[in-house]
């Protein structure tokens, strides 16, 4: 690890001019590339006291063993000049995008002199125009096979066209009619040629003035009594309306835009583009990156932009280009867009409308597409083994935690505090063994305390099924996981480890119902800091656990704390061991919050009728339907109420008595007027989506969940 102050140059030696540097390991790799506005202050910024730094940027700047630096004149000129030596030197702390190359185009090789149409990959070639990318390869092959019966362009390969050419003979495409078949002269070369601009122009959206020729022309020959040539013109008036189905119209007729969404997480993220041409999503695309480097959501669509037009020119960069965040400064990325058009392009945040609309749906893309790159990663045993490997050699475990459980706690400005339990097994999630807990020993907002009684909680339940069942407790019984027993119950008869099924039908009851808390994890997960993670330990030993560990994950920069230490420990960055601590606390978060907005859901709905004995839902409904609210109900006489199906004297009786002594809910009140609103029972409304609402004050005002 290198000392960052023996290689950092003096202040007065760096320009304080735009320009481009790069930092070079040891072995006098590029292992990071960026621009600044000011190199001067740019690189002091990397060269202060190690503990100010980012941990990525900790890392890179202690593998680096020099810098160096590039004058150029422009903002504009810096990020060309960036794009060009992170494409040149893949340095390994830059953001990277994979899949980059791998999507499909529809490609038309009009430098050829029979032009062709096909599928094409990889780098674009000059003289070649192209149409996409397409998210398959057999969604081109659909398409052109319908616009074939239109435009009867070549599309088969120079060995095909050679061969019939020198036979006189045109492949079956010819002899259906779905090849003009320019290699037996059916067609002239200029002909040919105008046949594939036809398409082409097709393809980039001029749908509209083609259609109404050809629907002309069907109506002319209908009228001279040539309904075979008519009846053709019709059918391929239906392809391409089929084709043109394909692609939904979602923005005005003559839109070009890029469409660019990011989801990402501390540790990576993924990006998603719609190409609308001719108001029509032409096509979509997707990268996921490692977050090497510390970047915000607008240096990461910087990075996209320059992977998405870097090599482009002319068309191939759309008019209008839509970011959830712009990069900063935006100015040259724009000016520099321009340039590769060659003429004016918008780059912008969508705030209403269509391209809103549109813009939301490609969010829920990249949101899926992060997730499924997680869930894929997950899935693999080689990289959970080794992820396991690297928590127990970090925490200074034994063995590899097979069983981590982890704990959040959530509230809303200390009201319905409740703690969640989730439990990963081999690296895997175990829904089936979550758990949820309501804070009972105190009142109010204690992050710490509540750690301590759910970590308390749950373990004098462990030692319980362990005392009722007799099981460890004189040496001679089974410890299914190691924890401190002296039985076989993990192994089986022959030696080897058993499955994950034996253990779990030893951990059942004699009725064959598992048993609660009965399985001990070999880490226990906080979510939070040191605080929490002394919590939890303390809860520990209280009652006399010594052999299971404990760890905290905080969340602002995914430090691992572990109890006693004063110092947090710090993962890799491409460790899979932080990546599946991560994924434990998200997860235990998710249940957790879940489980508290449930409760305040009921809280929120809860009235004078819920105290009614004996009163279900059913007939609970039918006396607010048949009244309209509470307010009516609770002036109605007891002959009244039994109106209501299903409700009888005594029944009705005892609602009347519920609602006297029931105080009045208060009233709602209009905040922009001060007009109480007193139609309706603030206390059952409900807002557009379902969720419940108060009177006066919404829903999001109130505070936040954590």
Not at 663 to 679: K, Q, S
Request: charged share 30%; proline share 5%.
């Amino acid at each position: 690890m290198a000392d960052p102050s023996s290689y950092r140059p003096r202040p007065g030696d760096v320009p304080d001019t735009p320009g481009v540097y790069r930092f070079r390991d040891e072995h006098r790799r590029v292992i990071y590339v960026g621009k600044a506005k000011s190199l001067r202050q740019r690189l002091a910024n990397y060269f202060q006291d190690l503990a100010n730094l980012h941990p990525r940027t900790r890392t890179m700047v202690t593998t680096a063993a020099s810098v160096e630096w590039t004058v150029v004149s422009t903002e504009v000129e810096a990020l060309q000049l960036e794009y060009s030596w992170i494409k040149e030197y893949d340095p390994r702390f830059n953001v990277k995008y994979r899949d980059d190359k791998s999507y499909p185009y529809l490609a038309v090789t009009m430098n050829e002199q029979f032009p062709r149409v096909q599928v094409m990959r990889g780098h674009k070639k000059k003289g070649v125009r192209y149409f996409g990318p397409y998210a398959h390869a057999w969604a081109i092959r659909d398409t052109v096979d319908l616009l074939l019966r239109v435009f009867p362009v070549r599309t088969c390969s120079a060995g095909v066209f050679k061969n019939a050419a020198r036979t006189g003979r045109p492949c079956l495409l010819g002899y259906i009619d779905k090849c003009s078949a320019p290699c037996v002269g059916r067609i002239t070369p200029e002909d040919h040629r105008e046949l594939a601009e036809e398409f082409c122009d097709f393809m980039a959206g001029r749908t509209g003035t083609y259609l109404r020729r050809l629907e002309k022309q069907m109506m002319e020959a209908a009228e001279e009594m040539e309904y075979e040539r008519a009846a053709r013109l019709r059918d391929d008036i239906g392809a391409l309306k089929k084709a043109m189905e394909k692609n939904a119209v979602v923005l005005a007729d003559a839109t070009d835009a890029d469409l660019i969404a990011v989801a990402e997480d501390e540790l990576e993220a993924a990006v998603q583009i719609f190409h609308v041409r001719g108001g029509r999503v032409r096509g979509q695309r997707g990268w996921v990156t490692d977050k090497v480097e510390d970047v915000t959501t607008g240096a990461l669509v910087e990075h996209a932009l320059q992977q998405l037009y870097g090599e482009e020119s002319g068309d191939a960069v759309p008019k209008e280009v839509l970011v959830p965040a712009l990069p900063e400064p935006v100015e040259p990325v724009q000016e520099w867009l321009t340039g590769r058009r060659g003429a004016n392009v918008s780059l912008r945040i969508p705030q209403r409308g269509d391209k809103k609309a549109l813009m939301e749906t490609v969010q829920r893309n990249a949101q899926q597409s992060l997730a499924l790159h997680k869930t894929k990663r997950a899935s693999d045993l080689t990289t959970r083994s080794r992820a396991l490997e690297e928590i127990a050699e970090a925490l200074g475990l034994d063995s590899a935690p097979l069983r981590i459980e982890c704990y959040d706690i959530s509230h809303l400005q200390g009201d319905d505090v409740v703690a969640s339990m989730v439990v990963f097994e081999d690296g895997l999630q175990r829904k089936g063994e979550y758990r949820r807990f309501q804070i009972k020993g105190f009142a109010g907002q204690d992050d710490v305390r509540s750690m301590h009684e759910v970590i308390s909680r749950r373990f004098r339940r462990y030692l319980a099924e362990k005392e009722r069942t007799g099981e460890w407790a004189d040496g001679t019984g089974t410890d299914p996981i190691g924890d401190g027993g002296t039985g076989t119950e993990g192994a089986a008869t022959d030696g080897t480890l058993a499955g994950p099924e034996v253990i779990a039908d030893s951990l059942k009851d004699d009725d064959g119902r598992p048993r609660k808390f009965a399985y001990p994890p070999q880490l226990v997960v906080v979510d939070g800091g040191q605080p929490q993670v002394a919590a939890a330990q303390r809860a520990l030993d209280e009652l006399g656990i010594d052999d299971i560990a404990v760890c905290g994950l905080a969340k602002r920069l995914e430090e691992v704390w572990v109890p006693g230490e004063d110092d947090p420990v710090v993962l890799p960055r491409t460790s899979e061991g932080l990546y599946l601590l991560q994924r434990v606390r998200d997860e235990a978060h998710r249940f957790a919050i879940t489980y508290q907005r449930t409760k305040r859901a009921k809280r929120f709905r809860a009235g004078p009728l819920d105290d009614v004995p004996g009163l279900g839902e059913t007939r609970k409904q039918a006396l607010i339907k048949h009244f309209g609210s509470v307010k009516k109900l609770r002036s109605a006489t007891i002959e009244q109420i039994q109106e209501v199906p299903g409700i009888g004297r005594k029944t009705a009786e005892t609602i009347a008595v519920a609602l006297a002594q029931a105080a009045p809910a208060a009233p709602a009140v209009n905040t922009a007027t001060g007009e109480i609103i007193e139609d309706e029972e603030p206390d059952t409304t409900e807002g557009s989506s379902g969720e419940p609402v108060t009177a006066g004050v919404p829903d999001e005002r109130r505070g936040q969940e954590t």
